[in-house]
């Protein structure tokens, strides 16, 4: 890779980094998970670098390299053998206000119990629409499929998503009474 | 749950982001050696495709080679059942007129031969040939007509102590028109079964016959003869004749030692262009 090249990846790179490593963490559900896929992603994307900097689209072109990567990570065995549904550890802040660490609480059970039990494509496809505000046609560019094809996706998705969310609240009910008996 | 609840839970969800801690150097630096690794194991591979792709096909390719080599020189005529291949070559030559040569004028110019040419020639081939005395003129072509009148086909002969006993070395030189038969007959013609008879074009028009004269020795069929024709693009022919001198006393069980010289070895010399009637 020449200089000039060199630089403009390692520009790409520190800028893109974090962001990369928010959206996988939202594909996976486990930040360890997270920065090996932006790692294995960013690997793959300096590969390429020389065709992608010619293209001028090299954000999109991540984003989709960072979603083939989780998608082949997903169909490893020791992938598929790995259960996301234990407990979740302590970790909440005692200095800040008891409704934001509940509030937040509540966000990464929604990730960790009820987002991961969508489809893996599904739950791509609300990641970038819904956190990386894609429109339907960037989604469709990244998930190399068609518009229809993101559209039926996204709803088949939400629908997926609110029936985990009903589940984890009646458990959690359900926990609670069981608790005050 | 609404779309805007999904968006502000993904958002709340990374709360706890940890720190960042991706260093630009050491991740170029693992890129960087990473790519060398990849290029490397590309070429280790390429040339193991090639190798094993040259060693697959190059013994296929000089078959193939062989084999378009001898159905471009076969002849039309049916060849007889121990002719390996047979070529053919316009006999005699365009312009290939017998000289007539008085055998005094030629003899000097054979004595050339034999020591610049024959006598090295045979003695490459690992034995210590005598002189070969005398060439003389010798009967020739198919109609077996003793030609004494010119010299045009002259035959000289050494015997010498070869690896397997006795043996002998017939050298003939056919001057331009005054060999007979044409190479594609030549095996048909003497070489009938089982006798064995193979001709070959060369790349430099000449015509190359090799013959093995077989019969039967104390009940055993073994190769008695063997001789190599070289048919000259000017007409002229070389023979070379290997056999065994005491044939008759020999006895042994493997009948490839009974000729001394072997196909190539006589090939190689009917081939040798120093070897002509005439300067």
Known sequence: MRKAEEQGFREFAVTHAASLRRTAFLFCGDWHTAEDLMQQSLMKLYQAWHRVQQQDHAGAYARKILLRTWLDEKRRPWRRAEQRDGELPEQADSNADPDLVSGRLWARELIQKALIKVPPRQRAVLVLRYFEDLSVTDVAAVMGCTEGTVKSQTARGLVALRAAVDALENNGSTMESEVAS | ?279
Not at chain 2, 23 to 43: G, H, I, N, Q, V
Not at chain 2, 66 to 81: G, I, K, L, N
Not at chain 2, 161 to 167: D, E, I, V, W
Not at chain 2, 209 to 233: L, T, W
Request: hydrophobic share 35%.
């Open chain 2, 1 to 279: 749950m609404s779309e805007q609840d999904l968006r502000d839970c993904m958002r709340e969800a990374l709360w706890d982001e940890p720190p960042l801690n991706f260093d630009p150097d050491s991740f170029m630096e693992r890129a960087e050696k990473l790519t060398k690794r990849r290029r490397a194991l590309a070429s280790v591979g390429v040339a193991t495709a090639l190798i094993i792709a040259t060693v697959a096909t190059l013994p296929a390719a000089i078959m193939a080679n062989r084999s378009q080599v001898d159905t471009a020189t076969s002849s039309e005529a049916a060849p007889p059942s121990s002719t390996k291949g047979l070529a053919t070559m316009k006999w005699p030559p365009n312009g290939a007129t017998r000289q007539n040569h008085v055998y005094a004028e030629v003899q000097p110019h054979l004595l050339v031969v034999w020591q610049d040419y024959l006598s090295p020639a045979i003695q490459r081939t690992g034995v210590d040939p005598n002189s070969i005395g005398t060439w003389s003129p010798d009967f020739q072509g198919s109609s077996y007509v003793q030609d004494n009148s010119v010299s045009d086909v002259l035959r000289g002969s050494v015997v010498y102590s070869g690896p397997t006993g006795s043996a002998q070395l017939d050298v003939t030189i056919a001057g331009p028109g005054a060999w007979d038969p044409a190479p594609d007959q030549l095996c048909q013609k003497y070489y009938s079964e089982p006798s064995t008879c193979t001709s070959t074009a060369q790349g430099d028009g000449s015509v190359l016959v090799i013959g093995e004269y077989m019969r039967d020795v104390q009940g055993k069929r073994v190769p008695a003869e063997r001789s190599a024709f070289h048919y000259r693009p000017d007409g002229s022919v070389v023979m070379m004749r290997s056999s065994n001198a005491m044939i008759s006393s020999v006895q042994k069980s493997s009948t490839d030692d009974l000729i001394p010289l072997t196909g190539e070895q006589l090939a190689a010399m009917a081939s040798n262009r120093g070897i002509t009637l005439t300067p």
